[in-house]
Nanobody
Framework: QVQLVESGGGLVQAGGALRLSCAAS????????MGWFRQAPGKEREFVAA????????YYADSVKGRFTISRDNAKYTVFLQMNSLKPEDTAVYYC?????????????????WGQGTQVTVSS
């Protein structure tokens, strides 16, 4: 079992930046691949980024590639999402997630644990 708590969301103007953090507690953090997803009102939850348990591989949605960076600090049980050049269409609730088994990185159904989410609002 792992518990996940996101922080760092807020209101920012278009072109600005935010850094989301996800603090994990419980079972060894390095046992999990980690992902970030987002969900806008009336839309399905969508993949944003993921990082392998060792930190050696990262994956991004095309819509955020080149603007967002996912990273992790296994010693501090934390995963980060640095978001630069934010756009109004990035507005959503952002969720941190943890995956035990090596399934698809891109599907929310592949993840076993979820945080409560943090709101990101980008104004135009």
């Amino acid at each position: 079992q792992v518990q996940l708590v996101e922080s760092g969301g807020g209101l920012v103007q278009a072109g600005g930046a935010l850094r989301l953090s996800c603090a994990a507690s419980g079972r060894a953090f390095s046992s999990y691949d980690m992902g970030w997803f987002r969900q806008a009102p009336g839309k399905e939850r969508e993949f944003v980024a993921a990082i392998a348990r060792t930190g050696g591989s990262t994956y991004y949605a095309d819509s955020v590639k080149g603007r967002f960076t996912i990273s992790r600090d296994n010693a501090k049980y934390t995963v980060f999402l640095q978001m630069n050049s934010l756009k109004p269409e990035d507005t959503a609730v952002y969720y941190c997630s943890a995956r035990v088994y090596p399934r698809s990185y891109y599907s929310p159904r592949a993840y076993d644990y979820w945080g409560q989410g943090t709101q990101v609002t980008v104004s135009s």
